[in-house]
């Protein structure tokens, strides 16, 4: 940032001597050192932040045709797939799209679990990326109760009725996350405000977290950091374009999904206007939050109350507490693993708990999907004290038990190496 | 360009081949933007309902001679005034070329009786009084604007004050001697 980029265009130079928005540009996207060793799992930070301006758009689009009312909402919806030109193409890239995202985003998360991308000097960075899910989960689920469908309602319903877990206050808030004494009109404008309000929110610190890698630089597969020029190419045009390619691909699927099959992700009673006197005989929350709902049900009734003798916790606040404690266990990351060695390629045992826990997280995604009885229950509860074992047993003692293999001296070593 | 593509690159290290594909990249990018910019704007257009109501079908047979009617048609007034003969004869008294938007009564209506104008003042889209019995008419016998004092004489044309053009006639048709369609 120090030195300025001499332009040759007048206008270009009289403002950036002003104004160095071209010099910054040109350094952080243009010249930027990158490893060069990056593999197409790097190109899901930029795949994502692709589909938020994406969402953004569509959800401006969007938000001019819809009426927040609980009389009009799901007509307005209506109105917007069959009357508004291009309604159809806007609502199903945005219902898409929020899958998309979580799709993007959750492979961008394992690929820096694997990766370790989240240690030093990367814990701020990883912790604004955990920071920028928690505020996807709050907008995607603001969202999906604009269409006032039964599913739009019902979720609505259970999840502000999670917040009646917290000890002496919880009636209260939940009443107040209502503003009245169920989920109605008052809720749902408040909503939609909100869910307007978020993804600014969500892109500024989407800006953080991107100036954040800019200063440490991007990690890459060794992991081990770049020490020479050797080790690096510049952004434009080796990841402009690698990013490009990976962009094409990505909206190949993206299309998919929306013109060939744009309700694969969503509920059909959701089709369904809201009715507060009938709750669907199944009810089940969006793929990205299934293995979040498996927490939520996995702990047993009594079961903390009877252990710690306890009384304020509760199975119903035990198993809030377990959901949240699944995404804020993350900030925590950078510190409960103990292994100075970042990249898995390194890791002979880490490697395996990684595909282990992923696993796992499929598993709970599935279990989630299904419905709380038999079998299930063991699995889910099994399933979830794995999740938070890897997190708080594995990743600090693997990190004194594990011998690395032996780390490259540089970024180029083990390429040269292959090709020698 | 084809030549371009099959340049070998030991002619010219390849720089002509990387513009190439820098520009075709970008080419195909704008495209690709476009393609996408177009159903955002266009969803910003009337959609199909709006559009379903864009024409109106009003009965003219409680309206008796002398009197007007204000309809609304696509969001905005339109004036219907049954015309006597002296205010017939009056529009057509006044030669084309002495008015600001030079227009001749004929070219303004369908039966004479029957004057059918868009009520909006085209100096700034307020509404021209005139229509109710009581209200200023103008110093024509039309209509008159109290936003900016633009008046209006019986065919709806500007005969003085800011307004630039006469008021607008819509589109429509006589389904049958008492009915017409607007739109």
Redesign the interface.
């Known amino acids: 940032m120090a030195t300025k980029t001499e332009f040759n265009n007048p206008v270009v130079r009289w403002v950036d001597e002003r104004l160095p928005v071209f010099t910054y540009l040109d350094h952080e996207y243009n010249q930027f050192p990158m490893p060069k060793n990056l593999n197409y799992w790097w190109n899901f930070g930029a795949l994502a932040s692709v589909v938020l301006v994406l969402m953004i758009v569509t959800g401006i689009m969007l938000a001019m045709q819809y009426t927040a009312h609980v009389s009009m909402a799901f007509e307005s919806v209506e109105r917007i797939m069959r009357d508004v030109n291009y309604g159809w193409l806007l609502r199903y890239i945005h219902m898409n799209g929020a899958s998309m995202f979580f799709i993007v985003v959750y492979i961008h998360v394992f690929r820096g679990l694997y990766f370790g991308s989240y240690k030093a000097p990367r814990e701020l960075l990883w912790m604004l990326g955990v920071v920028i899910i928690l505020l996807m989960m709050a907008t995607a689920f603001l969202g999906y109760v604009l269409p006032w469908g039964q599913m739009s309602f019902w979720g609505a319903t259970v999840i502000t009725n999670l917040f009646s877990a917290i000890p002496f206050v919880g009636d209260w808030i939940v009443t107040w996350l209502w503003g009245g004494f169920s989920v109605d009109n008052p809720t749902l404008n408040r909503f939609f405000a909100l869910h307007y309000l978020m993804p600014f929110i969500l892109f500024a610190v989407v800006g953080l977290h991107v100036v954040a890698v800019h200063i440490t630089g991007s990690n890459n597969p060794t992991g081990v950091d770049v020490q020479s020029p050797r080790d690096t190419v510049s952004f434009h045009p080796y990841f402009t374009a690698k990013d490009s390619v990976g962009l094409v691909l990505f909206l190949f699927v993206f299309a998919a999904f929306v013109f060939f099959a744009p309700n694969y992700f969503g509920e059909p009673d959701n089709y369904i206007k809201a009715n507060p006197l009938q709750t669907p005989p199944h009810i089940v929350p969006e793929w990205y939050f299934l293995p979040f709902y498996a927490i939520l049900r996995a702990v047993p009734d009594n079961f903390i109350g009877a252990w710690m003798g306890f009384t304020l916790i509760n199975a119903k606040l035990a198993g809030v507490i377990a959901m949240f404690g699944a995404t804020i266990v993350l900030f925590f990351l950078p510190w409960l693993d103990t292994s100075k060695v970042r990249s898995a390629r390194y890791r002979p045992v880490y490697k395996w708990f990684f595909w282990v826990f992923l696993a796992d997280c499929l598993l709970l995604g599935y279990i989630g999907s299904q419905p709380a009885e038999g079998a299930f229950i063991w699995i889910g509860r099994a399933a979830t004290a794995y999740y938070f074992a890897h997190f708080l047993i594995v990743f600090p003692v693997l990190g004194w038990f594990e011998t690395p293999k032996p780390l490259p001296t540089s970024i180029s070593e083990p390429v040269l190496k292959e090709n020698s | 360009m084809a030549d371009e593509v099959q340049t070998p690159e030991s002619d010219d290290d390849g720089t002509r081949r990387r513009e190439f594909l820098?520009l075709a990249?970008l080419g195909v990018?704008a495209v690709g933007a476009a393609a996408f910019a177009?159903?955002?704007i266009?969803?910003?257009?009337p959609?199909?309902?709006?559009l379903a109501l864009s024409s109106i079908e009003v009965d003219l047979s409680p309206i008796q001679e002398g009197q007007s009617v204000t309809v609304k048609w696509r969001g905005k007034p339109v004036f219907i005034r049954r015309r006597t003969s002296d205010e017939i004869a009056a529009a057509r008294a006044v030669k084309a070329g002495d008015l600001v938007d030079p227009q001749p009564d004929e070219e303004r209506v369908q039966q004479p009786e029957w004057l059918i104008l868009v009520g909006v003042c085209t100096h700034l889209g307020c509404i021209p009084l005139g229509q109710k019995s009581g209200e200023p008419t103008g110093d024509f016998g039309g209509w008159f604007c109290p936003c900016h004092g633009s008046h209006y004489d019986t065919s709806g044309r500007i005969r003085k004050g800011p307004a630039p053009k006469n008021l607008d006639v819509p589109n429509y048709v006589f389904l049958d001697d008492s009915t017409v369609r607007i739109g």
Do not use: K, L
Not at chain 2, 42 to 45: A, P, T
Not at chain 2, 47 to 50: G, I, S
């Open positions: 820098y990249t990018g177009w159903p955002i266009d969803s910003m257009n959609a199909a309902d709006v």
